[in-house]
């Protein structure tokens, strides 16, 4: 509803409340964080701060900066697997968006271009000779490698990368949306048309449902298709790429509508309405999805059925994540998810219960087995969608106990995945830690299912969905639109009443959401959405972020650390001086706000949170790990982090040097000043 006849009296009066101190609050219920303060569930609310230190270097928890490799500068999927998956991160990465910045966007791109620089064009030889269809993504890539099917498993009869295409259509246009780069659109967009006509090459159109063959799914290879009397597996209608692919297109139609092609928008749609027609097939009385159809009419997936009579979760929980089914379906399916105990029997949500039937192998082996991979294992990529969907339905406690298990993993520095014993145990204990992307996937889900944020063509949408028990929200670091920070807080319970942008009523709400134009957002907005009888109140006063502490001298303790890595690892006291004067030359002389300048904070950051780790140990204020081979190990983690983070910036700079570009060569000349100083020993701010 459009807020356009209040009267001017009520405007008044809500500037006036505007104006007014904050309401008092006791100090049992006031919660002050680095990246959410609050009153209320003071629990929830040191939960979502602590959600936010995992994506910064901290002293405590690992970061996802730590997951970064200068082969691409960018993301890897963990130290034990080097390249970039699209299942791996799908979760965490369309979770992430919102409110990642630079230099971590910069790093995403890069990785998701390891998928589109090496997409399949029907000529492209990729890992195993594999040749795959024109706009084919994979399982995984790397530089000069690309797997363009599930790469484990039987894989002489997989199927192409059918699902993993359609979430990667998925990210890159989420990112795009988020970003609105023009450029950017230009560049992907032909590429992701592509992609999407690569799945509809599946499509039946007696049904509208999509024809796929072993491990095409998302979580593969735990599909195996049609059996046939010979043994054999033939394709049969997947119900996860409907719900991926209904996802992608919802997405595609914005930014054709962005990039002024209304006709391939109206296709699009077309094509979506129809894909969501076709799902009505591959839904029970009840109202949940089964997993597949076999072109026979044997269904798979159709919980307590003497035949293959499991609940598979993983399409359940991405339709009501991402709103292919409405408001009525997704409660019905989470009535039935709920129902079954044995799907989160520790709190995370498994893949399938009870153990799959209709694999391509048996469950003999241990990889196979119930509760282990792909077969009722946990993985924290669903997790993330789990989460978003307990946002939407207002399971706010299932979030909660969720997230405190993945906690119990963070602070062992134990972020491993897949989650094997279902969900209780670690995939590689041999390791002494483990860090592994899909973990970021439950702490970035717990900030985005906040408000949710539907990233149109030419607005935003934002959807509140706050604890009960949190009475007042603030958010103390910006989400993404295009060009423009928005700083969002709420005040009170309930149905939305009333938002205030900047000082001003705001009139584009309706009880449920707020609808930002893009057009009409200044560069910087401060949004605080009023629920149930709530009254405005002045924001509190913005503490201003303390500069990184200075490096320390070349003879600090500190620096021993660094001693531990191999010689071939380390880099010498007088590069990080220099990372520190390029950081500051670039605030004084640089383009604002770039990806260089971000970068080189993120390893002064790295450096500041290993310092205070050092401190706090020092002062018996973090309890140690377990075993010795494990805290070495992660305190070791810091300086590894650092060096990976510094020869990727040294090497992005570096590669400067000759461009045509004029903003590229003025970084380079300060980086190079930066490197003549630290010789000096000098600095001049």
């Known amino acids: 509803m459009d807020r356009t006849k209040r ?34 569930d003071a629990e929830y609310l040191r939960l979502l701060d602590i959600c936010g230190r995992m994506f910064y270097p901290d002293p405590e928890f690992q970061n996802v900066s730590m997951l970064y490799s200068p082969a691409w500068n960018g993301f890897v999927e963990g130290p034990t697997w080097g390249a970039w998956w699209i299942q791996n991160s799908y979760g965490p990465t369309y979770a992430a968006l919102p409110f990642l910045t630079e230099p971590y966007t910069t790093f995403l791109q890069n990785s998701q271009d390891l998928w589109f620089s090496q997409m399949g064009d029907g000529k ?56 609105r780069d023009r450029g950017a659109l230009r560049h992907y967009l032909p590429l992701l048309e592509r992609s999407v006509e690569f799945i509809e090459s599946r499509r039946d159109p007696r049904n509208n449902l999509f024809l796929v063959g072993p491990a095409g799914n998302l979580l593969a290879p735990s599909f195996a298709g049609w059996k046939q009397p010979d043994g054999t597996f033939r394709p049969a209608y997947l119900t996860g790429l409907s719900v991926t692919h209904i996802a992608a297109l919802d997405r595609m139609i914005e930014l054709e509508t962005m990039a002024g092609e209304s006709r391939k928008a109206d296709r699009y749609r077309a094509l979506r309405d129809s894909a969501r027609r076709g799902l009505r097939a591959m839904t029970t009385e009840e109202g949940y999805l089964i997993k597949s159809l076999d072109p026979d009419g044997t269904r798979h997936g159709v919980f307590g059925a003497p035949r293959h009579g499991y609940l598979e979760a993983v399409c359940n929980h991405d339709a009501i994540a991402f709103h292919v089914a409405d408001d009525e379906q997704a409660g019905k399916i989470f009535r039935v998810l709920s129902s079954i105990r044995g799907l989160r029997p520790n709190d995370l949500i498994l893949t399938n219960y009870p153990g799959l ?29 789990m989460i978003l969907a ?24 134990r972020m491993d ?22 973990n970021w996937g439950s702490p970035a889900a717990m900030i985005r299912g906040l408000f949710e944020y539907f990233y149109r063509a030419d ?20 989400i993404r639109f295009g060009s423009k920070s928005l700083y969002l807080s709420t005040t009170g319970q309930g149905p939305v009443t009333a938002v205030v942008l900047n000082g001003k009523a705001w009139r584009h709400f309706d009880s449920r959401s707020v609808t930002l134009p893009y057009s009409q957002l200044p560069d910087r907005t401060r949004l605080q959405i009023l629920l149930g009888n709530a009254s405005a109140t002045r924001p509190e006063k913005e503490k201003r972020e303390s500069p990184a502490p200075p490096l320390p001298a070349p003879k600090d303790p500190l620096w021993d650390r ?36 971000s970068h080189a904070r993120i390893i002064l950051a790295t450096l500041a949170a290993m310092q205070l780790r050092h ?42 040097a000759g461009t045509p570009d004029r903003g590229r060569r003025q970084i380079l000349a300060l980086w190079e000043e930066a490197g003549r100083m630290a010789s000096s020993g000098k600095y001049q701010p």
């Open 7 to 40: 009267t001017p009296r009520w405007i008044a009066l809500l500037l006036l409340l505007w104006f007014l101190p904050p309401p008092p609050a006791t100090a049992a219920d006031r919660f002050e964080g680095r990246y959410f303060r609050g009153q209320g």
């Open 124 to 179: 492209r030889k990729g890992e195993k000779n594999w040749v795959a269809p024109d706009g084919c993504l994979c399982d995984a890539a790397a530089p000069g490698l690309i797997y363009y099917k599930q790469g484990d498993g039987r894989i002489d009869i997989h199927d192409w990368g059918m699902e993993f295409t359609a979430a990667g259509v998925v990210l890159q246009s989420e990112l795009l949306l988020v970003s």
């Open 417 to 438: 995945n897949p989650l094997v014993d279902f969900g209780n145990r670690v995939y590689q204990p041999k390791q002494p830690i483990n860090c592994v992307y899909d």
């Open 562 to 597: 660094f001693s531990s890595l191999p010689e071939s690892s380390r880099l010498p006291v007088s590069f990080f001086q220099r990372v520190e004067n390029f950081e500051r030359l670039m605030k004084k002389r640089g383009p604002s706000e770039s990806y260089e300048g």
């Open 459 to 478: 607005h935003l949408e934002l959807r509140p969905h706050i604890p009960p028990g949190i009475t007042r929200l603030e958010q103390r670091f910006p």
């Open 615 to 656: 401190k706090l140990q020092s002062e018996q204020k973090l309890p140690p790990l377990p075993e010795v081979a494990s805290q070495t190990a992660a305190d070791r983690s810091y300086p590894e982090a650092a060096v990976r983070l510094g020869k990727g910036l040294q090497k992005v700079l570096e590669s400067y």
């Open 357 to 385: 039937d209709d694999m391509y192998t048996g469950d003999r082996e241990w990889l196979w087995s119930f509760g282990t991979w792909v077969n009722g294992g946990h993985w924290t990529t669903c997790e993330a969608r």
């Open 390 to 413: 307990y946002y939407r339905l207002g399971a706010f406690e299932d979030a909660r106990r969720s997230f405190r298990k993945m906690l119990g993993y963070a602070r062992q520095f």
